[in-house]
T-cell receptor, first 113, second 115 residues
């Protein structure tokens, strides 16, 4: 079993839809959870960062962490064609410079106008 | 603020040839990472530098891959000899190297095709 599982999709939705992206993990020591967005032929860029459990909202994006279920989610409201990208979850047990990120496979999202 | 720079952007070589990639991190960032991203997968850490020193190279295939970070700034990653399975995007990232958060900033990557 991989430490981090993420459905690669692809996921195709109409513009304006609510998108739900998910990752599950097996290592209960993970405390730091990140969502990265990667456009085609670009490097990943950090979208959301959450420490421990709970929700975090930033504009149309909401990140949720449920440590009891070892499950994290990213919700995109009012999705736009510009949201079409691959979304990667990443997580780590430690903070700072010694942190080693464990990555999901990424979910490919297409938002159709 | 300039981002992480990488070159070349694309490289096509034949198996058993050698290749080198270059990375210039964000100014002042102490930590530099090289990742390998195979199509349809998440990034895999190859090596992490803190200034000049290696922090983690546990997943670097040392029989064919080597990396160095000159004067704690620029870095090069070399593959010699290349294999077909080395076809991937090689991503360089940098981070400030301090603080509990320590966000990683990625360059655009070098897409390597080994024929």
């Amino acid at each position: 079993q991989k430490e981090v599982e993420q459905d690669p999709g692809p996921l195709s939705v109409p513009e304006g839809a609510i998108v739900s992206l998910n990752c599950t993990y097996s290592n209960s020591a993970f405390q730091y959870f990140m969502w990265y967005r990667q456009y085609s032929r670009k490097g990943p860029e950090l979208l959301m960062y959450t420490y421990s459990s709970g929700n975090k909202e930033d504009g149309r994006f909401t990140a949720q962490v449920d440590k009891s279920s070892k499950y994290i989610s990213l919700f995109i409201r009012d999705s736009q064609p510009s949201d079409s990208a691959t979304y990667l979850c990443a997580m780590s047990a430690s903070a700072g410079n010694n942190r080693k990120l464990i990555w999901g496979l990424g979910t490919s999202l297409a938002v159709n106008p | 603020e300039a981002g992480v720079a990488q070159s070349p952007r694309y490289k096509i070589i034949e198996k058993r040839q050698s290749v080198a990639f270059w990375c210039n991190p964000i100014s002042g960032h102490a930590t530099l990472y090289w990742y390998q991203q195979i199509l349809g997968q998440g990034p895999k850490l190859l090596i992490q530098f803190q200034n000049n020193g290696v922090v983690d190279d546990s997943q670097l295939p040392k029989d064919r891959f080597s990396a160095e970070r000159l004067k704690g700034v620029d870095s090069t990653l070399k593959i010699q000899p290349a294999k077909l399975e080395d076809s991937a995007v090689y991503l360089c990232a940098s981070s400030p190297g301090s603080g509990s958060y320590n966000e990683q900033f990625f360059g655009p990557g070098t897409r390597l095709t080994v024929l």
